[in-house]
Every structure is written in structure tokens, then in C-alpha cells.
């Protein structure tokens, strides 16, 4: 099990809202949650799935990520 992070776009509870069931229907991914509250908006996951899935999941939500 691998733990990712990612620098987001996803900055309120709606956008949460929103990236949920893309995040939420694939199983290799364990957990996740968004700090709205830090700047760069950290999407932190951890999966079995490499960063560029994970990433590709929050692009097709309609949002940008980018590895930390």
C-alpha cells in the first residue's frame, strides 16, 4: 500500500462533493481525504494504484493534481 499527495484545485465542500464518486468507486483506493484548509489543497490517498491513476481519477472530476 502506497500513500500519495497531491497539490489540488479542489478548494471547498463542493468540490469534495463533486470528486467524491470518482474517487469512491475504485476499490484499490483505500482512503483519501483533502486538506481545503492548506494552500495548496492536498488531496492525500493511499493505494495500490501508481500517482498517474489517481491523478487521471481527479482530471476526469474535473479537477487538476499534481504529485508531491
Not at 467524491?20 to 489543497?41: I, M, R, Y
Request: hydrophobic share 40%; aromatic share 6%.
Amino acid at each position: 500500500m502506497n500513500i500519495f499527495q497531491f497539490k489540488t484545485n479542489i478548494n471547498c465542500g463542493g468540490c469534495v462533493a463533486a470528486v467524491k464518486p470518482h474517487l469512491e468507486s475504485v476499490p484499490e483506493l483505500v482512503t483519501w481525504k483533502v486538506d481545503t484548509a492548506n494552500p495548496q489543497k492536498v488531496l492525500t490517498v493511499e493505494t495500490t494504484l501508481p500517482p498517474t491513476a489517481v491523478q487521471s481519477m481527479v482530471e476526469k472530476a474535473g479537477f487538476k493534481a499534481g504529485q508531491l
